[in-house]
């Protein structure tokens, strides 16, 4: 599976994003994907997440009520809706995939990943 994630770019602050990401390959076997990001001198922190049989996202708490991930079964695309953007959320963004529905937070435990797209809002 290979992931194609887009979508990122400079934005000032309070303003939004959309990023997107679409499988290829062997998308058949995704059950659930999510967002992670990484800022510099950071380690990988989990963002949100949702799968295919319509259990309920999970955001981290410091996007909720914020970022929107949302997923369009019929392009098997995933999306996450940036909004009011703060110099904080400055990263770049990750999506993952892996077989299990269960919504996981721990990107250990997803077998596939994009190659990031830079997320930077000035201030």
């Known amino acids: 599976v290979q992931l194609q994630a887009s979508g990122g770019g400079l934005v000032q602050a309070g303003g939004s994003l959309r990023l997107s990401c679409e499988p290829s390959g062997r998308s058949f076997s995704v059950n659930s994907m999510g967002w992670f990001r990484q800022a510099p001198g950071n380690g990988r922190e989990f963002v949100a997440a949702i799968n295919w049989i319509g259990g309920s996202p999970r955001y981290a708490g410091s996007v909720k009520g914020r970022f929107t991930i949302s997923r369009d079964n019929a392009k098997n695309t995933v999306y996450l809706q940036m909004n009011s953007l703060k110099p904080e959320d400055t990263a770049v963004y990750y999506c993952?995939?892996?077989?299990?529905?269960?919504?996981?937070?721990?990107?250990?435990?997803?077998?596939?990943w994009g190659q990031g797209t830079q997320v930077t809002v000035s201030s």
């Open positions: 993952a995939a892996r077989r299990a529905s269960v919504i996981t937070t721990t990107s250990n435990q997803y077998s596939y």
